[in-house]
């Protein structure tokens, strides 16, 4: 009788390596677990690399872009590049304090709410883990966590998720920043200055954009329904190489310049080495005009300004409104923020990504 491999739930191990590492988790928030039922991610040996989403960021706070990203990459990619989970980092407290340095006084969430904002927005939690530890403790545990499915004979890839303001075609971010050689970006939810009606502008040091095969007959929503099941079992392919996008381009090896279709994904890749490769996902146009993107700069500036009468509709493009109104509240008043006025700063590039973008 063959023998059946063995299966790991990505949930179970994160948690035993979190409880040797002494980082305390809350029994009502366990890794990818939407109940008492293990039912995330499954994982098993000797397959092609699972592939996971590292979505790190401020979050001060989180607003419905972040959350619209997160879901269009999780849900669209297709069979051929499915991530079977992501991971939501946080930057650390005083990193913010200094960021906001030049604020009289700035609105600073502390990681524990800004968490808590994340949580209470609905994300499907067998397959979205928000951790809530510092910055050194996830790379503790990232790293033990690589190393002991390795062991296992499991290949598990973190992929960077990136907003346009991070994947510009000026200066985009470069994965290894994080640990990652490879990032993903869409327009979900804000425009990105390298996209045109038929074609893809090229990114700095950057080779050409080209299309990524899906495989046919196939449909990424119900493949990421088989989560809820336990069986989604990552990327499938008739081989490893060095990058999983390469396997999966058009036969021809270029665009064809038709239009940029929503439905697939495109790659580029960097000239120098070590090779990094940035994916992007493009949302579909309505044909219609898209209202003012979310900004975490914009809400706080809204708190700062009607503090005193402050509703939940003016947090509308918020996650969690009713609880955001609570902390915003409890600290306040605030002053308005300020944005540095230099190009590679965040604020200026998602303003020059406005600007730039070609509908």
């Known amino acids: 009788m063959a023998q059946t491999s063995p299966v790991y739930y990505l949930g179970d191990v994160v948690e035993e390596i979190a409880a040797a590492q002494g980082l305390p988790i809350d029994p009502s928030r366990r890794p990818f677990r939407s109940g008492s039922e293990q039912n995330g991610p499954m994982l098993r040996p000797d397959q092609d690399p699972y592939y996971v989403l590292l979505y790190p960021g401020s979050f001060n706070p989180p607003h419905r872009g972040h959350k619209a990203i997160l879901n269009h990459v999780l849900n669209h990619t297709g069979v051929g590049f499915h991530f079977v ?13 200094h960021k906001y340095r030049r604020e009289e006084k700035p609105m600073v969430l502390s990681k524990d709410k800004r968490a808590t904002l994340w949580r209470e927005s609905d994300i499907p939690r067998d397959r979205v883990w928000v951790f809530d530890g510092s910055e050194r403790a996830w790379r503790g545990l990232r790293a033990q966590l ?26 985009p971010t470069d994965p290894r920043d994080l640990g990652c050689f490879e990032a993903i970006c869409s327009d979900i939810s804000r425009p990105v200055d390298f996209r045109c009606p038929s074609t893809l502008r090229q990114l700095s040091g950057c080779s ?32 490893k190489t ?6 999966r381009l058009a036969q021809d090896g270029s665009p064809t310049h038709s239009g940029i279709r929503a439905a697939g994904m495109w790659s580029c890749s960097t000239f120098k080495g070590p090779s990094r490769y940035y994916y992007f996902l493009p949302a579909p146009l309505s ?17 700062a300004v009607h503090w005193d009468r402050l509703s939940e509709k003016d947090l509308d493009s918020a996650l969690s409104p009713s609880t955001l109104m609570k902390y915003a509240i409890e600290g306040g008043p605030y002053s308005v923020p300020v944005v540095t006025p230099k190009f590679e700063g965040h604020e200026v590039r998602k303003a020059k990504g406005h600007e730039l973008a070609n509908w």
């Open 287 to 303: 044909g219609t005009e898209r209202g003012e993107a979310p900004s975490s700069t914009e809400i706080r500036r809204a708190i």
């Open 208 to 239: 050409m954009w080209e299309p990524c095969e899906t495989p046919s007959g196939t449909n990424a929503q119900d493949s990421a329904a088989e989560v809820g099941r336990g069986e989604v079992l990552g990327h499938r392919s008739t081989g």
């Open 146 to 171: 690589q190393q002991t499915l390795q062991e296992a004979r499991i290949d598990l890839s973190f992929v960077l998720l990136m907003g346009p303001d991070w994947m510009n075609s000026i200066a």
């Open 242 to 247: 060095a990058n999983p996008v390469n396997r």
């Open 85 to 97: 989970a992501a991971f939501i980092v946080f930057a650390n407290d005083e990193k913010l304090v």
